[in-house]
């Protein structure tokens, strides 16, 4: 097999100059996760140099690594690969990986559901064909051109998940990913303290329409307010192909029926004018969506639909984002739903209707432990406030609450259901352990600047993880 990059072809990319000839199978920028014969970038970030890691990567089997011409300190005869600038450089090899790649690109983006629709897309993928993937949440300005100058030279299929929070951002990283499908999950309130409005947010999101190849398509949810406002983006940027996925009548995805179970769901869709029948191991209808999203972008990549959606019933909910394990206490078990990752309203509505699906053992509760959700604004109490009535609908027999916002949530709930409120999950903690009795559901989220995973840690010390 060819190597994923030799010498001379990081020094065309890059405009560096290497030290000596060497060929690297990966690319990597953390010496705790690099493997023998990885190419090393050294990225300088706020709070690390990494340069002063340099030695330490050669010695665990890096092939070569990428450094600043400003830095000169290393030895004569180490495998370098000198450049202007390694970030400059990283993202060098992401353009031209992309460039050379034969692979059918697909890039995600959205204000919830972006992980998680990407791993349903790489599974869906995989099986029609050797496929890429960007790893965990490699979705900023240096997780995307990692990602991409990782793209194998033969893959047929590249899934990208782009995120922001800013103007401008996915502009920079949809340019060098250049993907033929660009999928924008769902527009919430998400970062609302940086953009103001969900329309300033659906227009930073309908950036990674601008970077889709000649003929690329674009899709969008049916079901939200602002999906006619992206659909305008799209045209604007000159996307001719634009699809919907959704429950409405005119969604070219469309959702027809959903049976939950306790082990996840099956939902039969049209998809393009014809029906499917797919099984996934997670619920909720957000769920249900990013399955329409992954279904349709098959289908317009030229992929067998049916296959495709035969290999999601391999798909769970992925930890953080919906991921469910039990727990066993001294007098039974709970099952945790682990949503601690991250949190804005429409994905606290989302995993809130989990939980009301959820059903506790005999004797046991729907117990919601909620953490602050961060970045909304100025209506940030209200919004907050707003998740009573989610709370009622999912049938909460407790709440648990930390942080100043939420605060506003658990004075708006009925006594009865208020369990304690805290400053910070560490405050809560103990209580929710305390409270925890064998047949509990307990749903734990909040954004990740909330700490909700002190809870999860908490609770799995309470018991033994089962």
């Excluded at 682990?338 to 005999?362: C, H, K, Q």
């Amino acid at each position: 097999m060819k190597p994923l990059w030799t010498s001379q072809e990081m020094e065309a990319a890059t405009l560096g100059r290497a030290t000596c000839a060497f060929e690297a199978g990966g690319v990597s920028i953390d010496t705790r996760t690099l493997k023998a014969g990885d190419m090393f970038v050294a990225l300088q970030g706020d709070a690390r140099d990494g340069h002063q890691f340099v030695t330490m990567a050669l010695a665990r089997g890096a092939a070569a690594a990428m450094v600043s011409q400003r830095h000169d300190d290393f030895p004569a005869n180490a495998p370098l690969l000198r450049v202007a600038h390694t970030l400059r450089g990283l993202e060098d090899l992401g353009r031209a990986a992309r460039t050379r790649a034969r692979a059918k690109i697909v890039a995600v983006t959205g204000s919830a559901g972006k992980t998680t629709t990407k791993e349903m897309l790489r599974l869906a993928f995989e099986s029609l064909g050797a496929t890429h993937g960007s790893l965990a949440s490699y979705n900023n300005h240096w997780g995307v051109p990692l990602s991409l100058s990782q793209l194998p030279r033969e893959c047929a299929f590249g899934v990208f998940e782009i995120g922001m929070n800013h103007f401008g951002e996915i502009r920079s990283l949809v340019s060098l990913s250049r993907p033929e499908v660009a999928i924008v999950t769902t527009i919430a309130s998400a970062h609302l303290e940086y953009f103001g409005s969900l329309e300033a947010i659906a227009d930073a999101k309908s950036e990674i329409f601008e970077g889709l190849v000649q003929g690329g398509r674009a899709i969008v949810p049916a079901d939200i307010p602002c999906s006619s406002r992206l659909i305008a983006r799209a045209r604007q940027a000159g996307v001719e192909h634009i699809l919907t996925f959704g429950e409405a009548a005119h969604s070219n995805a469309r959702l027809l029926s959903v049976d939950e179970s306790a082990d996840g769901m099956v939902l039969e869709a049209d998809i393009l004018g014809r029906r499917y029948r797919v099984r996934i191991g997670a619920v909720g209808t957000h769920m249900a969506q990013n399955t329409l999203a992954t279904l349709l972008a098959v289908a317009v990549s030229g992929g067998d639909v049916q296959q495709a959606g035969a290999a999601l019933a391999g798909f769970s909910a992925l930890k953080g984002r919906g991921a469910r394990f039990a727990v066993t206490l001294t007098d039974g078990s709970v099952e945790i739903i682990d949503e601690s990752y991250n949190a804005n309203p429409a994905s606290m509505r989302a995993a809130l209707s989990v939980l009301g699906v959820s059903s506790p053992g005999t004797g046991g509760r729907r117990i919601a432990v909620l953490g602050d959700m961060l970045e909304l604004g100025a209506d940030s109490t209200a919004l907050h406030a707003a998740l009573a009535p989610p709370v009622e609908a999912a049938r909460t027999d407790l709440v648990f609450a930390c942080g100043r916002d939420m605060r506003a949530l658990f004075d708006a709930l009925p006594a009865t259901c208020r369990g304690s409120w805290g400053a910070t999950s560490a405050d809560i903690a103990p209580d929710v352990v305390r409270s925890s009795r064998a047949g509990d559901v307990i749903l734990v989220k909040g954004s990740f600047g909330s700490r909700m995973a002190v809870v999860l840690d908490a609770l799995k010390s309470g018991g033994e993880p089962s």
